[in-house]
Nanobody, 120 residues
Framework: QVQVVESGGGLVQPGGSLRLSCAAS????????MNWYRQAPGNERELVAA????????KYADYVRGRFTISRDNAKSTMFLQMNSLKPEDTNVYFC?????????????WGQGTLVNVSA
């Protein structure tokens, strides 16, 4: 099993920056990919960025490309999301998800989320 915990959310002014972290524990060697999602009240959860643990291939939602950067530290089983030029519409709860392989097949581990509030 894999568990993930997010940290780094908070209040920031428009144009500011935040760095989110997601620490994985458990069977970390089985993790295939790590992802950031976000969800506003009443909306569906949407993919923000993703990265593979082997090769570091990345993917971004169009609305964050050029402003957000996803990275990982395999030695520490931790993923990061550097968020720059933040906008009020980036206000959301951000969730970390780890996709990993187990005997049952491909499974997902979700964190509890961390709130990012972009406001003047």
């Amino acid at each position: 099993q894999v568990q993930v915990v997010e940290s780094g959310g908070g209040l920031v002014q428009p144009g500011g920056s935040l760095r989110l972290s997601c620490a994985a524990s458990g069977s970390v060697s089985s993790i295939n990919d790590m992802n950031w999602y976000r969800q506003a009240p009443g909306n569906e959860r949407e993919l923000v960025a993703a990265i593979t643990m082997n090769g570091g291939r990345t993917k971004y939602a169009d609305y964050v490309r050029g402003r957000f950067t996803i990275s990982r530290d395999n030695a520490k089983s931790t993923m990061f999301l550097q968020m720059n030029s933040l906008k009020p519409e980036d206000t959301n709860v951000y969730f970390c998800k780890a996709g990993y392989w187990a005997e049952e097949g491909y499974l997902e581990a979700w964190g509890q989320g961390t709130l990012v509030n972009v406001s003047a």
